[in-house]
């Protein structure tokens, strides 16, 4: 079952149309909403935004799984189109390449390099967010993990970036091992000995930035450059497109493991 949920799950953050993914986020967008009209520290709101629809998902599994099995894969897969949906990446690349069109560039190779950077770094931060990391926690501990952690991301997305913000800080903590497997399937899925290189002293280390270490590890694997012979716009749209291809390939390594480890357990 774990395995049809993850192809489910890189099914519909990939091919869900765009209008079902704003249908799918109603439900937690209005539950957030109003989890913030609460009376309560912010602790309190954090833990019943996030743990209480935790709580009522293990306890539907629960009673479905004394029905019937098939009644839990269905809910199970509910969950799992609804949180992978929820995605903002085919959006904010369509709004970029359009943006990128409109632009007047001046011929200023540093402000390109600038702009290209910018993007890897915000696009790879989505990935991670949006696709790796709730990938990983339904993989290690089923989809209740899963929506803990859709709930969590979607509670600090309106949150200033402040280190002392409760939904921000969890958020990081929770980031903490995908960000490192997602680094190390980028050294598996391109140079592995320049990855390595790069990425080896900070895996262990607490106080390295998730968001840093995924865009360092790319950036080695596979670097992404402007060819000077297209148009800025079309030189950017093509560097992220291989930047896109790393990731793919990345995601590939997860989900091959995966399948190695559904078709023997004791792996």
């Known amino acids: 079952m ?3 949920l993850a192809l489910m799950a890189v ?15 109603c439900p937690a967008t209005r539950w957030l909403a109003w989890s913030t009209t609460l009376t309560l520290s912010d602790a309190l709101r954090l833990a019943i935004a996030v743990l209480l629809p935790m709580v009522l998902l293990v306890v539907g599994l629960a009673l479905l799984d004394e029905l019937a099995s098939v009644f839990m894969f269905l809910l199970c897969a509910v969950v799992v189109v609804a949180v992978f949906a929820d995605s903002a990446v085919a959006r904010v690349a369509t709004d970029q390449r359009a943006e990128w069109t409109e632009a007047e560039w001046p011929s200023d190779d ?9 993007s890897r770094q915000q696009h790879l931060r989505r990935q991670l967010n ?18 803990g952690y859709y709930l969590l991301r979607r509670s600090a997305l309106g949150t200033s970036d402040d280190d002392n913000n409760l939904a921000l800080n969890c ?22 000995t320049a990855t390595w290189g790069v990425i080896s002293s900070q895996l262990l280390r607490a106080e390295s930035v998730a968001y840093e270490l995924i865009d360092h590890a790319a950036n080695a694997a596979e670097p992404i450059a402007i060819d ?40």
């Open 130 to 147: 949006e696709l790796f990391a709730p990938l990983f926690w339904l993989l290690l501990a089923t989809p209740v993990a899963a929506l």
């Open 11 to 25: 099914a519909a953050y990939h091919a869900m149309p765009e209008h079902w993914r704003h249908t799918l986020a």
């Open 110 to 118: 540093e402000l390109l390099e600038n702009a290209l950077s910018l």
């Open 2 to 4: 774990t395995l049809l």
């Open 228 to 267: 000077p012979s297209l148009t800025p716009a079309v030189g950017l749209a093509t560097a992220m497109h291989q930047l896109n291809s790393l990731l793919q390939r990345a995601l590939v390594v997860w989900m091959v493991f995966v399948a190695l480890k559904t078709l023997w357990p004791g792996m």
């Open 171 to 192: 958020l990081r903590l929770a980031d903490w091992l995908p960000a490192r497997l997602l680094a190390m399937s980028f050294a598996l899925a391109g140079n592995f």
